[in-house]
Nanobody, 123 residues
């Protein structure tokens, strides 16, 4: 099985910074895509930043220039550096990954979500 474990959320004042981490573990053959989504109260979950299957990064327009996604392939970990945080960035941030893993009967590809980490930005 595969697990995604997130860390790094918290409470920060507007203008501050936070760094989120997401580590994938298990019988991983390949991580095909990986990134971050967020969901604010009463709103739909939205893409924040992600690496696609070609290795390129995609960012929501609202975070361009403020957030940076990076990854450590050796550690199966993706990071989200969030700078110049705004109150509207307040949300639960979820890690998402498309992963191919080994099972006893072969290789399978599934989409995984982390448990979510709360980011709260005070004004």
């Amino acid at each position: 099985q595969v697990q995604l474990v997130e860390s790094g959320g918290g409470l920060v004042q507007a203008g501050g910074s936070l760094r989120l981490s997401c580590k994938a573990s298990g019988s991983i053959f390949s991580i095909n895509a990986m990134g971050w989504y967020r969901q604010a109260p009463g709103k739909q979950r939205e893409l924040v930043a992600a690496f696609n299957s070609g290795g390129r990064t995609n960012y929501a327009d609202s975070v361009k220039g403020r957030f940076t996604i990076t990854r450590d392939n050796a550690k199966n970990t993706v990071y989200l550096q969030m700078n110049s945080l705004k109150p509207e960035d307040t949300a639960v941030y979820y890690c998402n990954a498309d992963i191919t893993y080994w099972s006893g009967s072969g290789a399978y590809t599934e989409d995984y979500w982390g448990q979510g980490t709360q980011v709260t930005v005070s004004s």
